[in-house]
Each structure stands twice: as C-alpha cells, then as structure tokens.
C-alpha cells in the first residue's frame, strides 16, 4: 500500500510534456535533439516515480520531498543526465603513472607532425591506394614504404593494423605447417593475452622450443632444424631480463645458419627502435637498423611503442618475402587505415632528423627528459598547492623511477621526480579514486600509503589542471 502523501507526490510529478515545453525556453537545451531530451525526461521521472515507491517499501529516512519533484529540480537532473550521456566515452585524461609507453593509457601520445597529417586527411578523399603519377590502381603502403626503408636500411616494408598482427601474417605466410624454431627462453607472453607459442599455434606454424629458459646456443637451433624446418625465430625480451647464468645466440649467428640451411630467419623486435639510447645516457637497446644490417629477412615491431607513433604493425624484410606476405589474403584483414597511415608518415618523416626527432615526438621526449626538466615541473606544482594556502593539502617532492612501459627497455630505470600528496582525513587510495574521477580524470599511483603524481609523463599545461582537482578534491572533503 502507497501511503496517502506518496500517493500525493506521484501525482505532483510535472508531466512529460509540461516538461518538455519549459526545458525548451532554456538555453542548454536548444542544440539537443528532441529524441534524447524525451528519453532524458522519462527516465528522469520514472526513476523518482521508482524512489518514492521504493522508500514506501524501505521505510528508509531517504524520502523524495516536495522540493526534489519541483519543476526546476527535475529539470537540473535532466541536464545532468543529458551531458552525462552526450560526454565521449574515450577521453583525454592525464597520466601522472610516469609510465611513458602505458598501453591502458593508449602508448604513445600523437606528435603535432602525426596529428596535422591526420586533419589534412581525414576529411576528404586521398591517394590511399591511387597511383597519381600512373593515373592508376597503387599501393596503400607507398606513402611509408619509402621512408621506412631509408631509416632502416631495409630493402622492402609493409605496415599492418599492429605488431601482433604482423607476427601472425609473417609467420603465417612462411611458416604455415611447418616448424618454427624459438629458443625457450623467448616464449614471450606480452600482457593483453598475447603470447608467442600461441601466436604461432594461430598461424599455422608448429612451435619447436629449443634450448632452457636461461640458456639456448646456435647448436640448439641448428641441432633441431629438418625437413619440416621453415623459419627461425628471435623474440625480444620485451618485458624482462633474464640475468645470472645465461646465454643466448646472436641474431648474426641465427642469420648465418638460416643461410647454411636456406632456411628464412625472423626477428619480433616488439619495441623496435629508430633512436640508439645510449647517446642519452642510457642502456643501449639494438635498434631496427641493427636487425637489418644483422641480416634477418623479416623485422617486425610496433608503430606506438618506442617509434612514437600510432598503432600499426611494421614488417621490413628481403623484397621477395615482403612480396609474397603482401600476396598473403591474411593482409586484407589486417590492413591498416588512412588515418594511422597518415599519422605514421608524420612521425617517420621526423626522424630525418634524429635530433628533431627526440625533441618533438613526444614519447622520445619524455623517455629522454633530464632530471633537471622533471624537476623544474615538479616545483611548479609544488609551488602552486603552496600558494593556496590550505592546510589539509601537503606535496612532498620523492625520487623515484619511472618506467618506458609498453614492454620496451625494460631493465631501465628512469630517474624521476614524484608529487607525494596527502589530503587531510582522506586515504591515499579514496585520493587515487577522487582523482581518477576528476574532469579531466588524473591518473597516478600509490606507494608506501601515498597517493603519487610522476612528472615525466605530465605536460607543462597539465600541472595546473592537476593542481586545481587537488584543491578541489580537499575543498570537498
Ligand atoms: C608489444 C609486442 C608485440 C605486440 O605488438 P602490438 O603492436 O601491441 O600488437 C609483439 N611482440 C613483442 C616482442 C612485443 O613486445
């Protein structure tokens, strides 16, 4: 039974169509199509109709008032409802994690150069598989095949939609029932449920490990190779080291058998870099060049990870092998699009410059940031919470290490600067999940109990909106 008050205020719920004509006079509303502020509206009134109902039977102190159902309340939820339903799903949001290449976060941020290619091209029509010097039919690699080929050396490159894509084609094309030799030590599982045994399972290859985990010699390649032998295979170790006793055969010593036994060799470099790192105080990582000068006849890597640029799967190689993958019907399938490919060619193009490239693809940027740059970031959030003058905040500058993420350089640690921040009567985890809530949502981490903002992965114009939710947040609270 509805008591006679509740009975009272179901009725005094504004109508739909009252509704309806005074949400027009508003100014809010005068772009949304009508279709959602009816949807809006009703589900607005049905949910109060459900609360007043629900608290009768609950009996619980939350009671819908007169107030909640006056026209002006309702409308307010309507236009709350509607900007909740009308904000994109995949937004910017700001990563304070210090992990540079952080595939949850989407890898690697665009460069201006990748995202003007991708305005120029987007909204028209382009010469994606359109030969204008021929007037006919070409090819939707020939905007990058060029490029990539001059900054690696390579004799021929194709790019799909991403690096596992590209395995999986590569190994596909030449390896389909037939064996395909890895050391065990490089059963690599990426994350994100890619692993290599079963990426060759998919293609069509058979797995022959070889080796132990710590130690695979070129006598336990070559002692496996027989008839069936279609393809060597080399996995960077992305994702860790194995250190202590180990030992592991060169890709120069895998090439050299692979030409003993006329057997194809391939390199799944993940990461793949164009940049030596060692000229930037760092360890030195084998670059894609060094793979191609090595002598494999397919490279494979990313386009997001360490190259800096979009999703997209590179394969570089011996022209005939290039040839006979893109022949490959797997390739239609895995084709990249317009817009990455335009994006790709923005990057690649930067790296004519190696320099240039460094400074303005952001991902290398921010791999090579110095201490003194991170520093300087960190100073000015500390600075600016000190000038707010409230108590309940306090920002503790701690050095920690961040990391390249993305699976690349993964035994490199990054010296950087942390904001240790502690809100008065919050933990550091309600911290983490109020940020995390915040618009633009601000991602960090904990540790020992305190919520963390990394610098090196925050821009410039990035600190103060930080700062702003902070205060925001404790002004709440
Ligand atoms: C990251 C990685 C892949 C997968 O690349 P995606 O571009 O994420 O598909 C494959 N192999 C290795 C060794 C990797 O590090």
Do not use: W
């Not at 940027?365 to 520093?375: D, S």
């Not at 600075?383 to 690349?408: F, H, M, Q, Y």
Request: net charge positive; charged share 25%; aromatic share 4%.
């Amino acid at each position: 039974m509805i008591t006679k008050d509740n009975q009272k205020l179901l009725k005094k719920i504004p109508q739909t169509d009252k509704l309806i004509q005074s949400v027009y006079k508003r100014d809010f509303f005068q772009n949304i199509p009508k279709s959602l502020i009816v949807s809006a509206i009703r589900k607005v009134t049905e949910d109060i109709r459900t609360a007043i109902i629900n608290t009768e039977q609950q009996q619980n102190n939350n009671k819908i008032t007169e107030k909640d159902i006056e026209q002006n309340a309702v409308i307010a939820k309507v236009k709350e409802l509607i900007i909740e339903k009308t904000t994109p799903n995949l937004k910017r949001i700001i990563n304070g994690t210090g992990v540079v290449i952080h595939t949850n976060l989407g890898r690697s941020p665009l460069s201006k150069e990748s995202i003007l290619r991708i305005l120029d091209v987007a909204g028209g029509y382009s010469n994606l598989e359109f030969n204008l010097d021929e007037g006919k039919r070409g090819l939707r690699y020939q905007a990058v095949e060029e490029l990539i080929c001059e900054i690696t050396g390579a004799e021929a490159a194709m790019v799909v939609n991403n690096n596992a894509g590209a395995v999986l084609l590569a190994i596909e094309t030449v390896a389909s029932q037939k064996e395909v030799i890895t050391s065990r030590g490089e059963l690599v599982e990426i994350g994100g449920m890619f692993r290599i045994p079963d990426i060759i399972e998919k293609s069509g290859g058979i797995l022959k490990g070889v080796g132990t985990t710590n130690r695979t010699g070129i006598k336990d390649y070559e002692q496996a190779i027989n008839d069936n032998t279609a393809l060597l295979l080399k996995v960077h170790k992305s994702n860790y080291d194995i250190i202590g006793f180990t030992k592991s055969a060169s890709l120069k010593e895998i090439v050299y058998l692979g030409k003993q036994y006329n057997i194809c060799v391939m390199e799944d470099l993940g990461s793949g870099t164009f940049i030596d790192f060692s000229e930037f105080k760092m360890k030195y990582e084998p670059t894609v060049a060094d793979s191609v000068k090595a002598g494999a006849d397919i490279i494979t890597f990313s386009g997001d990870k360490l190259l800096g640029g979009p999703q997209a799967g590179i394969i570089i190689g011996k022209k005939d092998i290039i040839q006979s993958i893109r022949k490959n019907p797997l390739t239609r399938a895995l084709r990249i699009d317009k817009l990455t490919l335009a994006a790709l060619e923005g990057v690649l193009r930067l790296y004519a410059d190696k320099a240039q490239a460094v400074r303005k693809i952001p991902t290398l940027a921010m791999l090579t940031a110095p201490f003194e740059y991170i520093k300087k970031k960190a100073g000015k959030f500390k600075r600016g919470i000190n000038s707010e003058k409230n108590s309940d905040i306090s920002v503790k500058l701690i050095e920690t290490n961040s990391k390249a993420g993305g699976g690349s350089l993964a035994s490199e640690e990054l010296l950087s600067l942390c904001a240790g921040i502690k809100i008065n009567k919050l933990t550091a985890g309600q911290i983490e999940n109020k940020m995390r809530a915040s618009k633009p949502p601000v991602i960090g981490r904990i540790e020992n109990e305190t919520f963390l903002i990394d610098f090196r992965t925050v821009a410039d114009e990035e600190i103060k909106i930080i700062k702003e939710a902070i205060v925001k947040i404790a002004k709440e609270t």
